[in-house]
Protein backbone atom coordinates (compact mmCIF):
# COMPACT_ATOMS: atom_id res chain seq x y z
CA UNK A 1 0.00 0.00 0.00
CA UNK A 2 1.16 3.55 -1.06
CA UNK A 3 0.81 6.08 0.97
CA UNK A 4 0.65 10.15 -0.50
CA UNK A 5 1.68 12.92 1.52
CA UNK A 6 -0.58 15.73 1.04
CA UNK A 7 1.88 18.79 0.35
CA UNK A 8 0.31 21.55 2.71
CA UNK A 9 1.59 24.90 3.03
CA UNK A 10 2.58 23.45 6.57
CA UNK A 11 4.41 20.55 5.26
CA UNK A 12 6.18 23.07 2.46
CA UNK A 13 6.97 25.35 5.65
CA UNK A 14 8.46 22.15 7.63
CA UNK A 15 10.84 21.33 4.84
CA UNK A 16 12.03 25.01 3.81
CA UNK A 17 12.73 25.87 8.20
CA UNK A 18 14.28 22.08 7.82
CA UNK A 19 16.64 22.36 5.36
CA UNK A 20 17.52 26.48 6.64
CA UNK A 21 18.40 25.01 10.14
CA UNK A 22 20.31 22.03 8.32
CA UNK A 23 22.38 24.91 6.07
CA UNK A 24 22.72 26.83 9.27
CA UNK A 25 24.40 23.92 11.63
CA UNK A 26 27.14 22.90 8.87
CA UNK A 27 28.05 26.56 8.07
CA UNK A 28 28.43 26.94 11.60
CA UNK A 29 30.20 23.89 12.01
CA UNK A 30 32.32 24.97 9.19
CA UNK A 31 32.82 28.40 10.83
CA UNK A 32 34.01 26.46 14.48
CA UNK A 33 36.23 24.48 12.57
CA UNK A 34 39.40 26.35 13.14
CA UNK A 35 41.69 24.39 10.24
CA UNK A 36 39.16 25.51 7.83
CA UNK A 37 39.25 29.09 6.56
CA UNK A 38 36.15 30.47 4.79
CA UNK A 39 37.29 32.42 1.80
CA UNK A 40 37.13 36.25 2.06
CA UNK A 41 34.58 37.98 0.14
CA UNK A 42 37.70 41.12 -0.83
CA UNK A 43 35.22 43.34 -2.88
CA UNK A 44 36.59 45.80 -4.80
CA UNK A 45 39.96 44.72 -3.37
CA UNK A 46 41.72 43.62 -6.83
CA UNK A 47 40.48 46.60 -8.55
CA UNK A 48 41.81 48.53 -5.40
CA UNK A 49 45.84 47.06 -6.47
CA UNK A 50 45.22 47.70 -9.55
CA UNK A 51 44.69 51.46 -9.22
CA UNK A 52 46.54 52.26 -5.87
CA UNK A 53 49.87 49.98 -6.62
CA UNK A 54 50.35 50.29 -10.35
CA UNK A 55 51.01 53.82 -12.55
CA UNK A 56 52.20 54.59 -15.78
CA UNK A 57 55.66 54.99 -16.40
CA UNK A 58 57.09 56.80 -19.54
CA UNK A 59 60.99 56.32 -20.20
CA UNK A 60 63.07 58.18 -22.55
CA UNK A 61 66.48 57.02 -23.44
CA UNK A 62 70.19 58.76 -23.84
CA UNK A 63 73.37 58.21 -24.84
CA UNK A 64 76.28 60.19 -23.69
CA UNK A 65 73.66 62.92 -22.91
CA UNK A 66 72.04 62.86 -26.30
CA UNK A 67 68.49 61.42 -26.93
CA UNK A 68 68.28 58.58 -28.94
CA UNK A 69 65.74 59.39 -31.77
CA UNK A 70 66.75 57.56 -34.38
CA UNK A 71 67.50 53.82 -33.32
CA UNK A 72 64.83 50.77 -33.06
CA UNK A 73 65.29 49.20 -29.46
CA UNK A 74 64.28 45.25 -28.51
CA UNK A 75 63.17 45.94 -24.61
CA UNK A 76 63.02 43.52 -21.58
CA UNK A 77 61.55 45.83 -18.59
CA UNK A 78 60.86 43.59 -15.37
CA UNK A 79 59.74 44.43 -11.89
CA UNK A 80 62.82 43.75 -9.59
CA UNK A 81 61.49 45.33 -5.92
CA UNK A 82 58.20 46.75 -4.83
CA UNK A 83 58.53 50.30 -3.17
CA UNK A 84 55.75 48.42 -0.97
CA UNK A 85 57.74 46.81 2.09
CA UNK A 86 57.05 42.54 1.86
CA UNK A 87 59.04 41.69 4.80
CA UNK A 88 60.32 39.20 7.02
CA UNK A 89 61.94 39.28 11.02
CA UNK A 90 65.07 37.60 11.05
CA UNK A 91 65.15 38.17 14.87
CA UNK A 92 65.14 34.15 14.82
CA UNK A 93 67.95 33.87 12.73
CA UNK A 94 70.67 35.15 15.50
CA UNK A 95 70.76 31.07 16.80
CA UNK A 96 71.50 30.05 12.91
CA UNK A 97 74.75 32.53 12.49
CA UNK A 98 77.69 30.65 11.78
CA UNK A 99 75.76 26.83 10.83
CA UNK A 100 75.27 25.38 8.48
CA UNK A 101 71.66 26.66 8.11
CA UNK A 102 72.07 30.13 7.95
CA UNK A 103 73.16 30.62 4.41
CA UNK A 104 69.63 28.35 3.51
CA UNK A 105 68.05 30.39 5.51
CA UNK A 106 69.06 34.24 4.20
CA UNK A 107 68.62 32.58 0.64
CA UNK A 108 64.94 31.38 1.71
CA UNK A 109 64.59 35.52 2.74
CA UNK A 110 65.94 36.96 -0.50
CA UNK A 111 63.71 34.67 -2.66
CA UNK A 112 60.39 36.08 -1.27
CA UNK A 113 60.81 39.35 0.62
CA UNK A 114 62.52 43.11 -0.02
CA UNK A 115 62.32 44.03 3.72
CA UNK A 116 63.84 42.68 6.73
CA UNK A 117 63.11 43.26 10.49
CA UNK A 118 66.57 42.93 12.92
CA UNK A 119 66.75 42.29 16.22
CA UNK A 120 68.57 44.96 18.52
CA UNK A 121 67.37 43.92 22.09
CA UNK A 122 69.10 45.16 24.86
CA UNK A 123 69.94 42.03 26.58
CA UNK A 124 72.51 40.93 23.61
CA UNK A 125 73.92 44.49 22.91
CA UNK A 126 74.93 44.90 26.48
CA UNK A 127 77.88 47.32 26.97
CA UNK A 128 78.67 45.83 30.06
CA UNK A 129 78.91 42.35 28.44
CA UNK A 130 80.82 40.53 25.76
CA UNK A 131 78.68 41.88 22.05
CA UNK A 132 81.49 40.53 19.73
CA UNK A 133 78.75 37.54 19.08
CA UNK A 134 76.15 39.52 18.89
CA UNK A 135 77.87 42.84 17.16
CA UNK A 136 79.57 40.30 14.65
CA UNK A 137 75.99 38.49 13.08
CA UNK A 138 74.47 41.92 12.90
CA UNK A 139 76.95 43.69 10.97
CA UNK A 140 77.46 40.37 8.49
CA UNK A 141 73.41 40.27 8.27
CA UNK A 142 73.61 44.15 7.69
CA UNK A 143 76.08 43.75 4.90
CA UNK A 144 74.22 40.43 3.10
CA UNK A 145 71.21 43.11 3.29
CA UNK A 146 72.99 45.56 1.47
CA UNK A 147 74.22 43.40 -0.79
CA UNK A 148 71.07 42.15 -1.49
CA UNK A 149 69.06 45.03 -1.45
CA UNK A 150 67.01 44.42 1.14
CA UNK A 151 65.37 47.14 3.24
CA UNK A 152 65.88 47.38 6.90
CA UNK A 153 64.07 48.04 10.30
CA UNK A 154 66.33 48.32 13.05
CA UNK A 155 63.94 46.82 16.20
CA UNK A 156 63.79 47.97 18.98
CA UNK A 157 65.80 51.65 20.26
CA UNK A 158 63.65 50.78 23.90
CA UNK A 159 61.44 48.22 25.37
CA UNK A 160 60.69 47.39 28.88
CA UNK A 161 61.26 43.55 28.08
CA UNK A 162 64.98 41.76 26.99
CA UNK A 163 66.89 43.76 29.21
CA UNK A 164 70.19 43.19 30.94
CA UNK A 165 69.69 42.83 34.47
CA UNK A 166 71.76 45.75 35.83
CA UNK A 167 69.09 47.81 33.74
CA UNK A 168 66.54 46.02 35.09
CA UNK A 169 67.96 46.91 38.83
CA UNK A 170 68.73 50.74 38.22
CA UNK A 171 67.55 53.32 40.76
CA UNK A 172 69.22 56.49 39.37
CA UNK A 173 66.75 57.44 36.93
CA UNK A 174 68.71 61.20 35.96
CA UNK A 175 71.38 58.72 35.21
CA UNK A 176 69.80 56.21 33.02
CA UNK A 177 68.36 58.78 31.47
CA UNK A 178 71.71 59.49 29.94
CA UNK A 179 72.63 55.52 29.73
CA UNK A 180 69.36 55.80 27.35
CA UNK A 181 69.72 58.42 25.14
CA UNK A 182 73.48 57.56 24.50
CA UNK A 183 72.37 53.98 23.25
CA UNK A 184 69.30 55.34 21.25
CA UNK A 185 71.77 57.81 20.20
CA UNK A 186 74.95 54.96 19.15
CA UNK A 187 72.37 53.02 17.79
CA UNK A 188 71.15 55.40 14.65
CA UNK A 189 74.60 56.86 14.55
CA UNK A 190 76.37 53.77 14.25
CA UNK A 191 73.96 52.07 11.92
CA UNK A 192 73.37 54.92 9.07
CA UNK A 193 72.23 52.74 6.42
CA UNK A 194 68.92 51.63 8.69
CA UNK A 195 66.09 53.92 7.51
CA UNK A 196 63.01 52.40 9.96
CA UNK A 197 63.53 52.14 13.57
CA UNK A 198 60.74 50.99 15.81
CA UNK A 199 61.44 53.77 18.33
CA UNK A 200 59.51 52.18 22.19
CA UNK A 201 58.07 48.61 21.67
CA UNK A 202 54.60 48.59 23.41
CA UNK A 203 54.50 51.68 24.63
CA UNK A 204 50.81 51.54 25.75
CA UNK A 205 51.93 48.19 27.92
CA UNK A 206 54.61 49.00 30.90
CA UNK A 207 52.35 49.07 33.59
CA UNK A 208 50.39 45.82 31.97
CA UNK A 209 50.04 43.01 34.47
CA UNK A 210 51.91 40.54 32.93
CA UNK A 211 55.32 42.96 32.66
CA UNK A 212 57.75 42.98 35.77
CA UNK A 213 59.16 45.95 37.24
CA UNK A 214 62.50 47.98 36.02
CA UNK A 215 64.06 50.55 35.69
CA UNK A 216 63.12 51.66 32.33
CA UNK A 217 59.24 50.91 33.83
CA UNK A 218 60.29 53.61 36.79
CA UNK A 219 61.87 56.08 33.93
CA UNK A 220 58.62 56.01 32.52
CA UNK A 221 57.07 57.05 35.54
CA UNK A 222 60.13 59.66 36.64
CA UNK A 223 59.12 61.28 33.17
CA UNK A 224 55.59 61.73 34.36
CA UNK A 225 53.78 58.68 32.91
CA UNK A 226 53.19 56.99 28.94
CA UNK A 227 52.87 59.75 27.12
CA UNK A 228 55.31 62.38 28.13
CA UNK A 229 57.82 59.61 28.25
CA UNK A 230 57.32 58.78 24.55
CA UNK A 231 57.03 62.18 23.70
CA UNK A 232 60.54 63.00 25.23
CA UNK A 233 61.47 59.53 23.03
CA UNK A 234 60.35 61.16 19.92
CA UNK A 235 61.49 64.51 20.44
CA UNK A 236 65.10 62.52 21.01
CA UNK A 237 65.56 60.92 17.79
CA UNK A 238 64.57 63.58 15.77
CA UNK A 239 67.06 65.35 17.17
CA UNK A 240 69.57 62.94 16.41
CA UNK A 241 68.42 62.25 12.93
CA UNK A 242 65.04 63.80 11.70
CA UNK A 243 65.67 61.83 8.54
CA UNK A 244 64.58 58.31 9.64
CA UNK A 245 61.09 56.53 9.23
CA UNK A 246 60.06 56.21 12.78
CA UNK A 247 57.32 53.74 13.89
CA UNK A 248 55.12 53.32 16.81
CA UNK A 249 54.58 49.76 17.25
CA UNK A 250 52.30 47.75 19.69
CA UNK A 251 50.85 44.09 19.62
CA UNK A 252 47.02 45.09 20.44
CA UNK A 253 46.33 47.94 18.12
CA UNK A 254 42.62 47.19 18.79
CA UNK A 255 43.35 48.97 22.64
CA UNK A 256 41.69 52.21 23.09
CA UNK A 257 44.91 53.24 24.88
CA UNK A 258 47.09 52.38 20.93
CA UNK A 259 44.66 54.53 19.55
CA UNK A 260 44.67 57.79 22.40
CA UNK A 261 48.57 57.41 21.91
CA UNK A 262 48.44 58.07 18.76
CA UNK A 263 45.84 60.93 18.62
CA UNK A 264 48.44 62.13 21.61
CA UNK A 265 51.16 61.94 19.34
CA UNK A 266 49.04 64.43 16.30
CA UNK A 267 48.09 66.40 19.21
CA UNK A 268 51.77 67.20 20.66
CA UNK A 269 52.90 67.17 16.83
CA UNK A 270 55.34 64.44 17.57
CA UNK A 271 57.39 63.40 14.34
CA UNK A 272 56.80 60.37 13.89
CA UNK A 273 56.41 58.05 10.07
CA UNK A 274 54.43 55.05 10.76
CA UNK A 275 51.77 53.46 13.37
CA UNK A 276 52.67 49.86 13.57
CA UNK A 277 50.48 46.93 14.24
CA UNK A 278 51.19 43.25 15.60
CA UNK A 279 48.93 40.27 15.14
CA UNK A 280 50.06 37.16 16.42
CA UNK A 281 47.12 34.80 15.49
CA UNK A 282 47.74 31.89 18.18
CA UNK A 283 44.18 31.70 19.26
CA UNK A 284 41.13 31.38 17.77
CA UNK A 285 39.79 34.80 19.49
CA UNK A 286 43.05 36.10 18.22
CA UNK A 287 42.13 35.72 14.36
CA UNK A 288 41.16 38.97 12.37
CA UNK A 289 38.12 38.05 9.95
CA UNK A 290 38.12 40.67 6.83
CA UNK A 291 35.89 43.08 8.63
CA UNK A 292 38.28 43.27 11.43
CA UNK A 293 41.05 43.61 9.33
CA UNK A 294 39.81 46.56 7.17
CA UNK A 295 38.28 48.16 10.14
CA UNK A 296 41.59 48.59 12.07
CA UNK A 297 42.95 50.42 8.36
CA UNK A 298 40.03 52.77 8.24
CA UNK A 299 40.50 53.59 11.99
CA UNK A 300 44.27 54.18 12.27
CA UNK A 301 44.10 55.86 8.29
CA UNK A 302 42.46 58.83 10.22
CA UNK A 303 46.03 59.57 11.55
CA UNK A 304 47.29 59.91 8.06
CA UNK A 305 50.40 58.12 9.32
CA UNK A 306 51.27 54.98 7.04
CA UNK A 307 50.41 51.68 8.66
CA UNK A 308 52.90 48.62 9.20
CA UNK A 309 51.96 45.24 10.37
CA UNK A 310 54.89 44.76 12.34
CA UNK A 311 54.36 41.46 13.32
CA UNK A 312 52.20 38.57 11.69
CA UNK A 313 52.05 35.20 12.86
CA UNK A 314 49.51 32.43 11.03
CA UNK A 315 49.80 29.03 12.56
CA UNK A 316 49.80 26.09 10.70
CA UNK A 317 49.61 24.48 14.33
CA UNK A 318 46.49 23.87 15.82
CA UNK A 319 45.51 27.16 17.63
CA UNK A 320 44.34 27.77 21.27
CA UNK A 321 40.03 28.68 21.91
CA UNK A 322 41.72 31.88 23.85
CA UNK A 323 44.08 33.75 25.69
CA UNK A 324 43.37 32.19 28.70
CA UNK A 325 43.53 28.76 27.33
CA UNK A 326 46.67 30.00 25.67
CA UNK A 327 48.08 30.80 29.03
CA UNK A 328 47.75 27.49 30.16
CA UNK A 329 50.70 25.88 27.18
CA UNK A 330 52.70 28.86 28.07
CA UNK A 331 53.41 28.07 31.55
CA UNK A 332 53.60 24.25 30.54
CA UNK A 333 56.17 25.50 28.40
CA UNK A 334 58.17 28.11 30.08
CA UNK A 335 58.32 25.68 33.16
CA UNK A 336 60.11 22.64 30.85
CA UNK A 337 62.01 25.48 29.30
CA UNK A 338 63.55 26.21 32.77
CA UNK A 339 64.07 22.67 32.88
CA UNK A 340 66.10 22.68 30.38
CA UNK A 341 63.24 20.90 27.67
CA UNK A 342 61.61 22.55 25.38
CA UNK A 343 57.85 22.09 23.77
CA UNK A 344 56.70 22.57 20.30
CA UNK A 345 53.54 22.91 18.96
CA UNK A 346 53.49 20.40 15.50
CA UNK A 347 52.58 21.60 12.44
CA UNK A 348 49.17 19.93 11.06
CA UNK A 349 48.70 19.25 7.24
CA UNK A 350 45.05 20.65 7.65
CA UNK A 351 46.53 23.98 9.28
CA UNK A 352 49.13 24.00 6.89
CA UNK A 353 46.25 24.15 4.43
CA UNK A 354 44.32 26.94 6.67
CA UNK A 355 47.66 28.68 6.59
CA UNK A 356 48.16 29.32 3.07
CA UNK A 357 44.46 30.13 2.49
CA UNK A 358 44.24 33.02 5.12
CA UNK A 359 47.49 34.50 4.70
CA UNK A 360 46.33 34.61 0.67
CA UNK A 361 43.53 37.06 1.61
CA UNK A 362 45.20 38.81 4.45
CA UNK A 363 48.15 39.79 2.32
CA UNK A 364 45.19 40.89 -0.68
CA UNK A 365 42.74 42.89 1.33
CA UNK A 366 45.66 44.76 3.05
CA UNK A 367 47.90 45.23 -0.15
CA UNK A 368 44.80 46.93 -1.56
CA UNK A 369 44.06 49.62 1.36
CA UNK A 370 46.22 53.05 0.73
CA UNK A 371 47.71 53.60 3.92
CA UNK A 372 49.27 50.43 4.45
CA UNK A 373 53.02 50.33 3.46
CA UNK A 374 54.52 47.62 5.20
CA UNK A 375 53.50 44.10 6.21
CA UNK A 376 56.21 41.50 7.68
CA UNK A 377 55.61 37.94 8.66
CA UNK A 378 57.47 37.41 12.10
CA UNK A 379 59.01 33.43 11.61
CA UNK A 380 60.12 32.64 8.37
CA UNK A 381 60.45 29.19 10.15
CA UNK A 382 59.03 27.08 12.59
CA UNK A 383 62.47 26.04 14.02
CA UNK A 384 63.07 28.07 17.11
CA UNK A 385 59.36 30.25 16.09
CA UNK A 386 57.82 32.39 18.87
CA UNK A 387 56.30 30.19 21.74
CA UNK A 388 56.88 26.99 19.96
CA UNK A 389 53.68 27.77 17.49
CA UNK A 390 54.42 26.72 13.81
CA UNK A 391 54.50 30.14 12.48
CA UNK A 392 56.52 30.01 9.84
CA UNK A 393 55.88 29.68 6.29
CA UNK A 394 59.21 26.90 6.21
CA UNK A 395 59.13 23.86 8.16
CA UNK A 396 61.88 23.04 10.98
CA UNK A 397 64.33 21.82 8.20
CA UNK A 398 63.01 25.37 6.23
CA UNK A 399 61.34 23.12 3.49
CA UNK A 400 58.76 26.11 2.27
CA UNK A 401 55.19 25.35 2.99
CA UNK A 402 52.39 26.28 1.20
CA UNK A 403 51.69 29.56 2.39
CA UNK A 404 55.68 30.12 1.12
CA UNK A 405 54.54 29.01 -2.25
CA UNK A 406 51.06 31.21 -2.06
CA UNK A 407 53.03 34.24 -0.90
CA UNK A 408 55.97 33.90 -4.06
CA UNK A 409 52.91 33.58 -6.55
CA UNK A 410 51.30 36.97 -5.30
CA UNK A 411 54.58 38.95 -4.88
CA UNK A 412 56.23 37.42 -7.52
CA UNK A 413 53.88 36.70 -10.38
CA UNK A 414 50.30 38.13 -9.39
CA UNK A 415 51.79 41.48 -8.75
CA UNK A 416 54.65 41.63 -10.87
CA UNK A 417 55.33 43.21 -13.77
CA UNK A 418 57.53 41.85 -16.85
CA UNK A 419 56.67 43.70 -20.44
CA UNK A 420 58.80 43.16 -23.90
CA UNK A 421 58.76 45.96 -26.45
CA UNK A 422 59.86 46.58 -29.94
CA UNK A 423 60.08 50.55 -31.01
CA UNK A 424 61.52 53.08 -32.27
CA UNK A 425 63.06 55.08 -29.62
CA UNK A 426 62.07 58.50 -31.47
CA UNK A 427 58.93 57.92 -29.11
CA UNK A 428 58.85 57.08 -25.43
CA UNK A 429 58.52 53.82 -23.79
CA UNK A 430 55.22 53.76 -22.25
CA UNK A 431 53.90 50.81 -19.75
CA UNK A 432 51.67 50.26 -16.61
CA UNK A 433 53.53 48.50 -14.01
CA UNK A 434 53.72 47.87 -10.30
CA UNK A 435 55.75 50.61 -8.38
CA UNK A 436 59.65 49.39 -7.35
CA UNK A 437 62.62 49.10 -8.43
CA UNK A 438 62.90 47.93 -12.02
CA UNK A 439 65.67 46.20 -14.12
CA UNK A 440 65.83 46.81 -18.04
CA UNK A 441 67.99 45.61 -21.02
CA UNK A 442 68.15 46.93 -24.64
CA UNK A 443 69.38 46.01 -27.74
CA UNK A 444 70.04 48.29 -30.10
CA UNK A 445 72.15 47.55 -33.11
CA UNK A 446 72.75 44.20 -31.90
CA UNK A 447 74.16 45.78 -28.76
CA UNK A 448 73.19 45.29 -25.23
CA UNK A 449 72.89 47.70 -22.53
CA UNK A 450 71.49 47.36 -19.30
CA UNK A 451 69.56 50.08 -16.84
CA UNK A 452 67.70 50.25 -13.45
CA UNK A 453 65.01 52.97 -12.48
CA UNK A 454 62.49 53.25 -9.82
CA UNK A 455 58.48 53.91 -10.43
CA UNK A 456 56.88 55.50 -8.04
CA UNK A 457 53.27 57.10 -7.31
CA UNK A 458 55.16 60.28 -6.26
CA UNK A 459 57.18 60.62 -9.50
CA UNK A 460 54.60 61.18 -12.42
CA UNK A 461 57.10 62.91 -14.75
CA UNK A 462 59.30 61.58 -17.92
CA UNK A 463 62.33 59.16 -16.37
CA UNK A 464 65.64 59.85 -18.03
CA UNK A 465 67.31 56.82 -18.55
CA UNK A 466 71.03 57.15 -19.48
CA UNK A 467 72.75 54.00 -20.83
CA UNK A 468 76.33 53.29 -21.62
Known amino acids: MKIKLKKTKTFETMKK ?39 EVVLEFYHENKRLKNKKGDFKIELISHNF ?89 EELEKIINNRISKLINSYPK ?22 ITRWITYKGGIEPAMKYLYDLVNQINPTKKYVNNHYHPKEPEFIAINQYFIDENVNYSAIGMQAHMQTDS ?8 W ?20 TSSKRFKDWEEHKIYLKKRDDLLNQGKDLYLESLDEYEIYQAEYLKDFFTLAFSHPSLTSITIWNLTDLNAWRGHAGGILDKDFNPKKAFYTLKKLIKEDWSTKTEITQKLK ?28 HSADNTDTVKVIIQ
Open 17 to 55: IFFFTFFFIVINLKAQDGSKHIPWKLDGALERIEKLRKG
Open 85 to 173: NFGVSMTQSRDLFQTDKFELYRDRVKELFNFVTVGFYWVLFDEKGDTNYANKYMNDNLQWADKNNLRVKGHPLLWHESLPNWIIDFEDM
Open 194 to 215: IPYWDVYNEPVAPFKSHVHPSG
Open 286 to 293: GVLSETDL
Open 295 to 314: NLLEDYSKFEKEIHFTEITV
Open 427 to 454: KPIVFKGFYGDYLGEVTIEGKKYNFTFN
